[in-house]
């Protein structure tokens, strides 16, 4: 390892990965995309700040309620488990996009650098991106708790250093893992599948680790949650228990003796770097066996003839292009995972540790509390919900990077264009009807016929969700991507979308509870719901009409 | 017949004039080669002519329709290779020519006669079943030329055809860009490759810091330059300021 050469690629990678050359060049050279991009991030940041208000409140109340108890470190646990387990989930989609998927990986591999140095570089990209995911949730705990206890300079001192250092172990995890899955799989004819395969058992060891070490004992659950209670540190074990360097943060920031929390620092950042190197040797060993001939695929013989003919097909443009979406999304082991397979591992994560009875919750009582008929509507709105998250649309015209040619220069009007990408979504979201069926034979009491209600109300309110997802990406694409992972994660349509389409979802869903309240019949409800969502659904797709030819034709690349 | 009347284009806020006021008319029939050092407006030219960047001012017209006015009557009546085979890498060769032969509305039996005329014709018969994503650049090339021949567009607008084409396929493209035009239609070309504008077109333009210093036939540029040699030294002399 050369540090000189490790500092040039983690430069080149920062400069790239957030675009500060870019943005240098725009600032200089007066380009409105630089007041444009700034804009934007205010107008996002002002849309989350309430939410943000909200979990600031929440966060002191907690700490008030605390405060004497002997608990206070709580909330430093708790931060630090929700970050670390954040850049976990994240971070496995970042990762393995960054370390193979990257546009600049031939040129370096060719390049006089080490193994290591490269994966180096990306890992340092990679965790600059984490700081600011985690930044939200994590340092909102170290004030709110800095503050309460009136912490000195060493407490900020260290609340800095805890914060930098945070994310390197769960990285490092998934780093490792990582490198180890493609390193096999490159092994393998079918690489793409496996990989996938892959990403969905790290996702589910995750889970079921998770749920191992923090389920209660069986037999003994008031005895144990007496324990809990009466020690004061009872909770935090447990929570550490999860995740042991949470234990190390909590007490290198809450420990009453300075001595103790140095030496939990030391433990901390010692473990990080002692995983870094880990990292950096694994990493001359198993980085390039993974990574050189990964893109490679197999190539077919002679073909039979008449194949051609039998292959062949006439479709409507619209169907064609609903279908190369779906395509391109099935075939980017990035793509998929984001924007379909999210689809399994959201509701499985949601409602596999209440099946369970992890803490304590009986879901069959849970679910007796709710009325039946709000139920259902849940339920519809949980399909729309599945289906805009999964931001297919809502990076779809950012995703087409500079092959966005090709739509501009077929002779396909732009508004059949956007037909085609909207019925692509509707028939991902499609794949939510089996996860609803699976819900109602082990969860939910819904008879075929709720199913069918639930369904379609649910496809009917995904339309404007997802006709306005694809509006965003419209209006502002994101096309200098050098990797598929950062058309998804770090386009901030998907962002917008999500926080406009939940705040529709909810819009709809009050009146909803507000009509059944006023004692209106669960039939009337769905109908007008239905016709709410369809109206909506009009209303976008005429915007979308509107926008899209102008689009088409003014984005140049 | 293509007119390219009074057409400009700047970036950034009018600091670089990319293409300045120009006027060209080409007929029927006709190999038109566009020529010009790196940075002199090719790429612009052409990507205003099919429709993938908006003029400041001026006009672009293809068949009588205004590329502005009726974008979809230009482009069903145009193909377009650019310089950069970029194509849909996840899918494979038969899948983007099916995609663009649909999006061309190319009916069933001519979208089949023509691509077996054409892979066979560039060796891609069974490439065509593979991604995308296994080609090389030549044959990156290849798929994205007879995507855009399938539709038998009565325009053909190419940016540098034969950069990775081999030899073998660069000879049937020639052959194949020559039929096309004792058929009555229009290709249009940039190229840097000198000794092909001279041997395979009818007609030249010289273009040079966005605007257009030459045009007319080999014999035509020899007569306006002062060392009347080969294409080369009119053009190493046209542009030399």
Not at chain 1, 513 to 530: A, P
Not at chain 2, 11 to 31: C, H, P, W
Not at chain 2, 117 to 136: H, P
Request: aromatic letters at 10%; a neutral charge.
């Amino acid at each position: 390892m050369r540090w000189s050469k490790l500092w040039i690629l983690i430069r080149i990678n920062l400069k790239v990965t957030f675009g500060f050359s870019a943005w240098l060049y725009y600032f200089r050279k007066r380009d409105r995309r630089f007041w444009g991009g700034l804009g934007i991030f205010a107008a996002v940041l002002a849309g989350v700040a309430p939410l943000f208000y909200f979990y600031l409140l929440l966060l002191q109340e907690t700490a008030a309620e605390l405060a004497g108890t002997g608990w206070e470190g709580v909330i430093i646990t708790s931060g630090a488990v929700l970050a670390s387990a954040l850049v976990f989930f994240l971070g496995l989609v970042y990762v393995i996009s960054a370390f193979y998927f990257a546009d600049d990986l031939d040129r370096l591999i060719s390049m006089p650098f080490k193994p290591a140095e490269i994966l180096g570089g990306k890992f340092f990209a990679v965790l600059f991106s984490e700081y600011l995911t985690i930044a939200p949730f994590f340092i909102p705990t170290l004030l709110v708790y800095g503050l309460q206890v009136e912490g000195g300079l060493l407490y900020w001192f260290f609340a800095i250093i805890i914060y930098l250092l945070l994310p390197v172990i769960p990285l490092i995890i998934v780093s490792l893992g990582t490198i180890l899955l493609m390193s096999i799989t490159n092994l393998s004819r079918n690489k793409d599948l496996l990989r996938i395969l892959g990403m969905v058992l790290l996702v589910v060891v995750l889970l079921g680790f998770n749920y191992l070490v923090t389920r209660l004992p069986e037999g003994g659950e008031m005895e144990f949650m007496l324990e809990i209670m009466q020690e004061p540190e009872g909770m935090i074990s447990i929570t550490g228990r999860a995740y042991p360097p949470s234990i190390w943060i909590t007490e290198a920031l809450t420990a009453a003796g300075a001595g103790d929390r140095l030496l939990n620092l030391g433990l901390f950042a010692g473990v990080s770097l002692l995983g870094l190197l880990g990292l950096m040797v694994g990493a001359d060993r198993l980085f390039f066996p993974g990574l050189i001939g990964g893109q490679e695929i197999t190539i077919g013989g002679k073909v039979k003839p008449g194949l051609l003919q039998k292959k062949v097909r006439s479709r409507s443009p619209v169907l064609s292009i609903a279908l190369r979406e779906i395509k391109i999304l099935i075939r980017v082991p990035i793509y998929l995972f984001n924007s379909i397979l999210i689809l399994i591992i959201a509701p499985v994560a949601l409602f596999f540790p209440l099946l369970l009875g992890m803490g304590g919750v009986n879901i069959d009582e849970y679910i007796a509390l709710i009325e039946p008929d709000l139920l259902k509507l849940g339920g519809a709105g949980f399909f729309a919900l599945l289906g805009f998250i999964a931001s297919a649309l809502s990076s779809s015209i950012s995703r087409e990077g500079k092959l966005f040619r090709i739509s501009q220069q077929i002779p396909v009007h732009p508004n059949y264009q956007v037909l085609g990408k909207l019925i692509s979504g509707l028939l991902i979201s499609l794949l939510i009807v089996p996860i609803i069926i699976l819900a109602a034979i082990i969860i939910f009491p819904w008879s075929p016929l709720d199913i069918i209600i639930i369904c379609l109300l649910g496809l009917l309110l995904s339309v404007p969700l997802l006709a306005f997802s694809l509006l965003i990406d419209l209006l502002r694409p994101y096309f200098n991507w050098q990797n598929p992972q950062q058309a998804i994660k770090q386009n901030i349509n998907v962002l917008i979308a999500m926080v406009g389409g939940f705040l529709i979802l909810l819009g709809l869903g009050y009146v909803m509870v507000y009509l059944l309240e006023r004692g209106l019949g669960i039939n009337w409800i769905f109908l007008l719901t239905g016709i709410g969502a369809g109206l909506a659904g009009l209303i976008f797709l005429l915007i979308l009409f509107q926008v899209a030819p102008r689009r088409y034709r003014d984005i140049s690349l | 017949m293509i007119e390219l009347k009074n057409l400009s284009k700047s970036y950034n806020r009018g600091q670089i004039q990319a293409v300045s006021d120009l006027d060209l008319a080409i007929k029927g029939g006709e190999i038109f080669g566009f020529l010009g050092p790196n940075g002199a407006g090719k790429t612009t030219t052409i990507k205003m002519m099919v429709g993938l960047l908006k003029p400041d001012a001026g006009q672009v017209k293809i068949k009588g329709f205004d590329i502005q006015k009726n974008p979809l009557e230009v482009k069903k009546r145009i193909g377009y290779v650019p310089d950069q085979p970029d194509v849909y890498e996840k899918l494979t060769g038969l899948e983007y020519l099916d995609f663009m032969a649909d999006a061309y509305a190319v009916p069933l039996e001519q979208r089949l006669e023509k691509m077996e005329k054409l892979l066979e014709k560039f060796q891609m018969e069974n490439a065509v079943f593979d991604l995308i994503q296994s080609y090389s650049h030549g044959m990156r090339q290849k798929i994205v030329l007879i995507g855009s021949l399938i539709p038998d567009p009565e325009v053909l607008i190419i940016d540098e055809p034969l950069t990775g084409l081999d030899p073998k396929s660069s000879h049937i493209f020639k052959e194949m860009m020559r039929s096309r035009c004792e058929e009555g239609k229009i290709v249009f070309f940039s190229t840097h490759i000198l000794e092909v504008a001279e041997k395979f077109c009818d007609r030249v333009g010289i273009i040079n810091k966005g605007r257009l210093i030459a045009l007319g036939t080999l014999q035509e540029l020899q007569k306006q330059a002062q060392r009347k040699e080969s294409l080369e030294s009119i053009f190493l002399e046209l542009t030399a300021s």
